[in-house]
């Protein structure tokens, strides 16, 4: 089955926040899993109502083609039955592509939190990271120094510093 780069992603957070044993972690993670489930029902769902979007205009497109006067033949209840179906899905795919976006809303703000949570783990086993100042490649092409350059200076000798500064 194929992933997402946003399923993958989640499923990496997860995995990182496994090494944390608090309540709180549990909890995130069992919240997640929830929200996944809610809006792979949702998406179903959703796939089921355009199903019935096809058949309707299937079934309309069938009478107003091949059945002779089909307005205004006796088929009246067969036609207000696909018509209902119609707008009925309608109605609904609408509903469930807004909550399918409530869940993923729901579902990037449960990924923050996990972020913060492997963070802050992260910083008690390992400490606070060097930060180093990153700048953008095509800034640095601007003024004549690449990223490379940069990581040199940064992370280099004095050597390497002075060449990199000349360059």
């Known amino acids: 089955m194929m992933m997402s780069e946003h399923q993958k992603h989640t499923m990496f957070l997860r995995q990182c926040s496994l090494y944390d044993e608090s309540a709180g972690r549990q909890e995130l993670d069992e919240g997640i899993i929830q929200i996944q489930r809610n809006a792979?029902?949702?998406?179903?769902?959703?796939?089921?109502?355009?199903?019935?979007?096809?058949?309707?205009?299937?079934?309309?497109?069938?009478?107003?083609?091949?059945?002779?006067?089909?307005?205004?033949?006796?088929?009246?209840?067969?036609?207000?039955?696909?018509?209902?179906l119609g707008v009925g899905s309608l109605i609904s795919l609408l509903a469930f592509v807004g909550l399918g976006m409530v869940y993923?809303?729901?579902?990037?703000?449960?990924?923050?939190?996990?972020?913060?949570?492997?963070?802050?783990?992260?910083?008690?086993?390992?400490?606070?990271?060097?930060?180093?100042?990153?700048?953008?490649s095509r800034a640095g092409e601007a003024n004549g120094r690449t990223a490379r350059r940069v990581a040199n200076e940064v992370n280099g000798s004095p050597a390497k510093i002075k060449s990199a500064a000349q360059g």
């Open 40 to 84: 792979c029902c949702v998406q179903r769902a959703a796939w089921l109502m355009v199903i019935l979007i096809a058949l309707a205009v299937a079934g309309f497109g069938y009478g107003e083609v091949l059945v002779e006067n089909f307005p205004y033949n006796s088929q009246q209840p067969i036609i207000d039955i696909i018509c209902a």
């Open 104 to 136: 993923r809303r729901k579902l990037d703000q449960r990924r923050e939190k996990c972020r913060e949570l492997v963070t802050r783990l992260l910083e008690s086993r390992l400490g606070k990271p060097v930060s180093a100042p990153w700048r953008d």
